[in-house]
Nanobody
Framework: VQLVESGGGLVQPGGSLRLSCAASGFTFSSYAMRWYRQGLGKERELVATISTGGTITNYADSVKGRFTISRDNVVNRLYLQMNSLKFEDTAVYFC??????WGQGTQVTVSS
């Protein structure tokens, strides 16, 4: 199993980023997927979830209305579109496929 995140970076408040997670080594379309994040000195928190077919999504209250999780089961990729970014969104973002199946994370820094 391999999960590789990309798309992080430095962005100003109010800006946007799109994270991507490339999945391999398992049947991606059979797994509900999640995005988590962990800020410096903070607990890892669940950001968003998506069902196997992509029709059911859920979000943490802190990102609802600003972030959109999606997936492409043809190319085995998970996405997180992040809009209206805030300072408090600064964190390492991880994709997750199940117990023990984590990506290495991608850093998102929101700073002026």
């Amino acid at each position: 199993v391999q999960l590789v995140e990309s798309g992080g970076g430095l962005v100003q408040p109010g800006g946007s980023l799109r994270l991507s997670c490339a999945a391999s080594g398992f049947t991606f379309s059979s797994y509900a997927m999640r995005w988590y994040r962990q800020g410096l000195g903070k607990e890892r928190e669940l950001v968003a979830t998506i069902s196997t077919g992509g029709t059911i999504t859920n979000y943490a209250d802190s990102v609802k209305g600003r972030f959109t999780i999606s997936r492409d089961n043809v190319v085995n990729r998970l996405y997180l579109q992040m809009n209206s970014l805030k300072f408090e969104d600064t964190a390492v973002y991880f994709c997750y496929a199940g117990p023990g199946y984590w990506g290495q994370g991608t850093q998102v820094t929101v700073s002026s």
